[in-house]
């Protein structure tokens, strides 16, 4: 049932249920456990947490405690990859973790590949040693919400800090869903064929400043050239009316290319590739011709404020000479 899965013990930052799902989205949380004849540490320096992460070492009569995750095998590689096993900050190990109810199961969990030197009985963590305040919050907040032991949450909160908070794109990290640009928001479509829709898009977290009708875009918010073409290549591979294409060129760019391999890859894939995204069958995949007006009359669009940078040219009238 479970052989694609694997079982992870978390006893650092990856306690904060936000935190590990940034990088690895099937970890499911099992319950806690201890490894026992281990003391958890600190040695290695971050430069993106700004201070030193935590390890376990190898010490009879100790023990730490954690979470236990499940996560499917495919988010190995990102885990391995999140601990730093490639560039040899840490190594994976099998251990035996200690359940609740007195059983044991086996965990994959991660040590760095320097023990730090083993401290006395009340000795105090090394200034040298020490993580920093956003690390310390994250582990503490995680053996929170993970409801590890009291006695042991107090002593996770004595560990001391050097001062210094994570920088600014680590603690966004850290935040998770809360600091993305994005957000999720369902809205109704209306379809050339099939009626109306529920669906899911997203919305920047931020929104922009409100022009007028006639206002043009402040040159400080103008995309770049490339992503301008993403979005007027993919109109046009998927049929969008080609009054709405021309809409989309008039946007002004800043004349940045961006990542060229991406527009390289971007053209080739639309020219060479058909439409996918049609429903096969009885539809007809020629680019739908939308009559609004019609539309508008029925009640099914509401009416848009027009303005002289979307609105179609009109089409010369015939004069005619009035009589009298």
Known sequence: MFADTFLYFAYGSNLLKRRIHINNPSAKFLGIGRLDNHLLDFIKYSEHWRGTSATIVPNPGSHVWGAIWR???????????????????????????????????????????????????????????????????????????????????????????????????????????????????????????????????????????PRGNRDPIPAERWPSWGYKEFIIIGAKQHGLPPYYIRFLRKFKDNGDEGCIRSDCLLVRYGSNQPCLCRVPGLIPRKPLKLNLKADRERKLLPRPIRSVDIEEPEKKRSKKKLTF
């Open 71 to 209: 996560l499917h095998n495919d988010d190995m590689p990102a885990l391995d990859k999140q601990e730093g096993v490639e560039s040899n900050w840490y190594f994976a190990k099998n251990v035996d973790i200690m359940l609740p109810d007195g059983s044991q199961t086996v965990c994959r969990t991660y040590q760095q590949t320097i023990n730090p030197p083993i401290r006395k009985p009340g000795e105090e963590l090394p200034v040298d040693r020490r993580p920093c305040i956003t690390y310390l919050d994250c582990i503490v907040n995680g053996a929170i919400e993970c409801k590890l032991p009291e006695y042991y949450i107090e002593e996770l909160k004595k560990i001391p800090n050097n001062g210094q908070e994570a920088s600014p794109s680590m603690i966004a990290n850290q935040n998770g869903i809360e600091s993305y640009t994005y957000f999720v928001k369902y809205v109704e479509v209306l379809t050339p064929y099939m009626g109306t829709f529920k669906c899911r898009t997203y919305l920047q977290t931020i929104y922009p400043l």
